[in-house]
């Protein structure tokens, strides 16, 4: 039940789940930033550890979130206090909602610059803007397009619009209806494109690329860098999965969906990689580019391609799209809680959640510009964002919320709402007490500097840890339980 007391809106269509999250897992994380931390943390290897995270820390921890909101009915806030109010614990845990919010915001301010660079580079592609450019030029180009706040701001400014008209008119008017026909466009796009690169004459080289496993060429930063970002491309502790969670209908399997959002979110950044780095080694240039790659060197090998003006256009089409269905998940949350305890209407709620960010990303928006000296600690607004987020929150968020599940709810919520066979449930439930929280407090180890956690060197030991902190880890659990509950 909504807080106002009418029963909450459901997704209309046996799909709609399924595209609106795979819509927001889907965006710029599986087509820009995967591309470019394959290439630089060297291919294979970490395509594989990257896998390994989905499954035992990225599944475990949206099956969590998913239960959460359907169980709760609500925005973070809400859904999390009520579920914990109905194991009768402290409404103190719903501070992890907050912070989910928070995050999706934050995420947002930053993540809609990038999509204005998307969108200013498919226009680009259209009036052939970028013809005849040569390498140097190229980044002057990119150089040129940040270095002007007027036309900077007006793309990310479009893409806020953009955003805060579909979320307006509502669940399924505008987020159930624009995914079902943008992500099976993003989908024959992108097959699209894998034939072009196909015939490109690198497609060879991009296979062995991405799927030759050279344990040698995976740093302890790769393997950190893996984890982080099954959070940030499964979108999760950002209140997005957890809001369109609480739209899921009773009867659809939380666990099947989730590996279904998750296969395919995989599958999408394995195929960018098969459309983006064909292109690039067909024309003799570095996979290990950076966050140019995207915005720098595929450009250029396009337009040094036939049909490659055409097929640019459709790829910054197709990621201009990708981010579009990934930003309308990231503000649900907030206008979904100021519709359900403010009093607002849809429409008022968007707007005024649309200016907030417009302000708040035009901050983002000067770290490329004018604010580019308004730095703290070496980082700028722009980075501070990424980082706060993608280091802290979002692992911080997903801890929280697996340890509550794990430890601190009564163990029938979870088992009613996820309605999984024993074993599967003994599984998630290995997987959220031990496996997850371990893999997160990895995550801060490093961050907060404190040892250099190397992978390589140190399996033996963290897998003993891990049996370890699970043996011990049940024998307490119980008592913990019963402490917790007496007061
Ligand atoms: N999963 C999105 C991507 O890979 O681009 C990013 C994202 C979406 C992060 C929604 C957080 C969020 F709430």
Known sequence: MASSGQPRIQWLGRWGFMLAA??????????????????????????????????????????????????????????????VNESGRSSMWSLIGWMAMLCGFMVLSFYVVVAGWSFSYLWKMLTGGLAGTSVDEMAAVFGANNANP????????????????????????????????????????????????????????????????????????????ALGHAFFTLSLASGAILTYGSYLPKDASIGRTTLSVAVADTVVALMAGLAIFPVIFANGMDPGEGPGLLFMSLPLAFQAMPLGTLFGALFFLMLSMAALTSSISMVEATVSWLCDNKGMSRKSASWATGIVLWLISTLAMLSFNLGADWTLAGKNFFDWLDYLTSRWMMPLGGLGMVLLAGFVLKSETFRDELGLAPLPYTLWL??????????????????????????????????????????????????????LSAR
């Open 22 to 83: 795979t819509g927001s897992a889907v965006g710029l994380g599986n087509i820009w930033k995967f591309p470019y931390i394959t290439g630089e943390y060297g291919g294979g290897a970490f395509v594989l550890v990257y896998l390994a995270c989905i499954l035992a820390v990225g599944v475990p921890v949206m099956m969590t979130e998913i239960a959460f909101g359907r169980r709760g009915r609500g925005s973070p806030i809400d859904a999390i206090r009520r579920v």
């Open 150 to 225: 007027i036309t900077l701001g007006g793309w990310s400014t479009l893409v806020t619009l953009l955003t805060m008209i579909i979320v307006g008119k509502g669940v399924q008017e505008g987020i159930e209806k624009s995914v079902s026909w943008m992500m099976p466009g993003l989908v024959l796009m992108l097959v699209l494109l894998i034939g072009f690169g196909m015939f490109s004459g690198g497609f060879g080289d991009a296979v062995d690329f991405l799927f030759s496993f050279k344990a040698g060429s995976l740093s302890s930063e790769g393997m950190l860098a």
């Open 430 to 483: 290995a997987m959220v007490r031990y496996v997850s929280p371990l893999g997160i407090l990895v995550i801060f180890v490093d961050a907060l500097g404190l040892y250099q956690v190397s992978f390589a060197a140190h399996w033996p030991v963290l897998l003993a840890l891990l049996v370890l902190v699970a043996v011990v880890g049940e024998a307490i659990s119980p008592r913990l339980r019963q402490a």
